[in-house]
């Protein structure tokens, strides 16, 4: 699977349609982002046979009943095998995409053009596909790739803030994960981020995509090392969760996540406080971190014991063990995990 990675990439994309005698063209998208884009892209499509199925944004989506629709219009338009399915949106539109792609008729080609942040960073790389089952996330899916993924740095310009900084805690991690040098370099042009600098954009994901690659190429099935793109979301999940996933965007969830098990690594003695202060004076000033009650902190636990990740009932988390570093543990008391919740480390 291959990324290109730039700005003002229809013409490139035409173009590889083109190449690979592509002729029927089925493309998903959502309200908002066809309310800026659609128009475009289809002057672009016009060589080809192409109908456009709009979802209304939102997780809620992410369903069996919107995939039985486009399943139906794929059927009655007769889009057969040789279909190219293209995902054009966010992270709801490109994991439904891909597993609409992955299923009909035993699978057809797709591409993604990731449009949002964490769309562009995270959920379009690495070949996760699903959709949500009732109130279970993600809980059907496959692994399907694209076979190219056009990540065009201009489509983010139509973000607001708050998206910015949910694909933002990605971009954070990954610099926490594996690059610490990439994490300063974040730090240091947040605001170059969120005035979308061009050149300072293209860097960011140019990274990310480089990382997640390399981490998912070590283990595509997410059995091992895999995992460890989950920093930050062992808290963050049971924070989102707390609030039925509505008060949090998915990567404000994991900033918090972040935080919070920073401070567990500290205390378990696997990072120092220089480093730990380091983190937290950076992700504070993008999501205000919580003291939790009693209350809240015994149902965020009770939601983290469903956790996928764990192994055994026992909680699995990804700690930072240094600079660059992170590993995975399962013996994390309950204790730390209130205390860190309770947040009276907070200045
Ligand atoms: N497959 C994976 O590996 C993977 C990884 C991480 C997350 N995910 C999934 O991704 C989803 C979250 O993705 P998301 O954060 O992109 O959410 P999203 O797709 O809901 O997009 C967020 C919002 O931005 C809007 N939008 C998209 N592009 C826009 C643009 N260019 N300008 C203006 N508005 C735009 C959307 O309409 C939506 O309202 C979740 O369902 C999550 O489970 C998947
Ligand atoms: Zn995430």
Redesign the pocket.
């Known amino acids: 699977m291959e990324n290109v990675i730039g700005v003002s990439l229809f013409k490139d994309i035409r173009q590889f349609l083109k190449e690979k005698n592509k002729k029927n063209i089925f493309l998903i998208t959502?309200?908002?982002?066809s309310k800026?884009?659609l128009e475009e892209i289809l002057y672009y499509l016009v060589p080809f046979k192409t109908r456009v199925y709009i979802l209304e944004?939102?997780?809620k989506s992410?369903c069996l009943k919107v995939v039985e629709n486009i399943y139906m219009e794929l059927i009655n338009y007769n889009y057969d095998r040789s279909t190219t399915i293209i995902s054009f949106?966010?992270?709801?539109?490109?994991?439904i995409s891909?597993f609409v792609a992955a299923t009909y008729l035993r699978g057809v080609d797709y591409i993604q053009i990731?449009?949002?942040?964490?769309?562009q960073v995270?959920?379009?790389?690495?070949?996760?596909?699903?959709i949500?089952f009732g109130k279970y996330?993600?809980m059907i899916?496959s692994f399907y790739f694209p076979i190219k993924t056009f990540i065009d740095i201009d489509?983010?310009?139509?973000?607001?803030r708050r998206?910015m900084t949910?694909?933002l805690a990605?971009v954070l991690k990954y610099g926490l994960i594996k690059d610490y040098d990439f994490f300063r370099y974040i730090r240091d042009n947040i605001q170059g981020i969120y005035d979308f600098d061009e050149e300072i954009l293209i860097e960011v994901v140019e990274k990310c995509v480089s990382i997640k690659t390399e981490v998912v190429a070590m283990d595509e099935k997410d059995r091992g090392i895999r995992k460890i793109l989950n920093f930050g979301h062992t808290i963050g999940h049971g924070i989102e969760s707390l609030y039925d996933f509505s008060k949090y965007?998915?990567?404000e969830a994991i900033i918090l996540g972040m935080m919070y098990e920073s401070f567990i690594s500290k205390e378990m003695g696997l990072i120092d406080e220089e480093y730990f202060c380091e983190i937290i004076e950076t992700l504070k000033d993008l999501v205000v971190p919580v003291h939790f009650s009693n209350e809240d902190i015994t149902k965020i636990l009770s939601k983290m014991s469903h956790d996928k990740k764990n192994l055994d009932e026992r909680i699995v988390f990804v700690l930072p063990t240094g600079k660059n570093k992170v590993d995975i543990f399962d013996n994390v008391s309950k204790e730390n995990m209130r205390k860190s919740l309770k947040g009276d480390w907070l200045c």
Do not use: Q
């Open positions: 959502d309200e908002n982002v800026y884009y944004p939102g997780e992410k949106g966010g992270g709801v539109v490109g994991d891909g990731p449009t949002t942040l964490l769309a995270d959920s379009s790389i690495g070949g996760k596909v699903g949500d996330k993600n899916g489509f983010l310009k139509t973000l607001d998206e949910s694909g990605e965007k998915h990567g």
